[in-house]
T-cell receptor
């Protein structure tokens, strides 16, 4: 079982719509979860962190965490062409204090 | 806004040569990390460093790799004898207080081993 799984995409979403990105993880004891955005050829840029079950909102971004289902998601409202990037889910593994990244989901916002 | 910086942006080396990648973490951060990303693949953890010691390291971080904080601002990754498969982007990151805390990444160094 892969430690952090994401659908690789590409996920195509019309401009102005909601983009929904999903991630599952294997370590049930994990407590810290992060979403990063990575433009091609650039470094990961932190978007959100989430530690508790439920929703966390920051501007157009909402992170959702369900520890029972080992599932974390990122919603992007009012999607803009500049949101086109790869979104990386990162999970702090409880067993060994390392952050494991998923392979990322490529998001394409259609103008 | 404070940021992590890395030098050089691109390093080309011959197989078997030693390379040192340099990073200046955010000034009040205490935890430092190195990651690598082979082209088209996921970001992989290499090592975490706190209080002048390695906290955690991955299987990738073998005896060919070492890290050092030579002074109050720099954090370095040394690869002693580079292999072709070491070609990748190497990212430095830092966090204020532990791996549970948000990590901020530098722009990366692209290492090309010929």
């Amino acid at each position: 079982q892969k430690e952090v799984e994401q659908n690789s995409g590409p996920l195509s979403v019309p401009e102005g719509a909601i983009a929904s990105l999903n991630c599952t993880y294997s370590d049930r004891g994990s407590q810290s979860f992060f979403w990063y955005r990575q433009y091609s050829g650039k470094s990961p840029e932190l978007i959100m962190s989430i530690y508790s079950n439920g929703d966390k909102e920051d501007g157009r971004f909402t992170a959702q965490l369900n520890k029972a289902s080992q599932y974390v998601s990122l919603l992007i409202r009012d999607s803009q062409p500049s949101d086109s990037a790869t979104y990386l889910c990162a999970v702090l593994m409880n067993r060994d204090d390392k952050i494991i990244f998923g392979k990322g989901t490529r998001l394409h916002i259609l103008p | 806004e404070p940021e992590v910086t890395q030098t050089p942006s691109h390093q080309v080396t011959q197989m078997g040569q030693e390379v040192i990648l340099r990073c200046v973490p955010i000034s009040n951060h205490l935890y430092f990390y190195w990651y690598r990303q082979i082209l088209g693949q996921k970001v992989e953890f290499l090592v975490s460093f706190y209080n002048n010691e390695i906290s955690e390291k991955s299987e990738i971080f073998d005896d060919q790799f070492s890290v050092e904080r030579p002074d109050g601002s720099n954090f370095t990754l040394k690869i002693r004898s580079t292999k072709l498969e070491d070609s990748a982007m190497y990212f430095c990151a830092s966090s204020a207080s532990g791996t549970y805390n948000e990590q901020f990444f530098g722009p990366g160094t692209r290492l090309t081993v010929l």
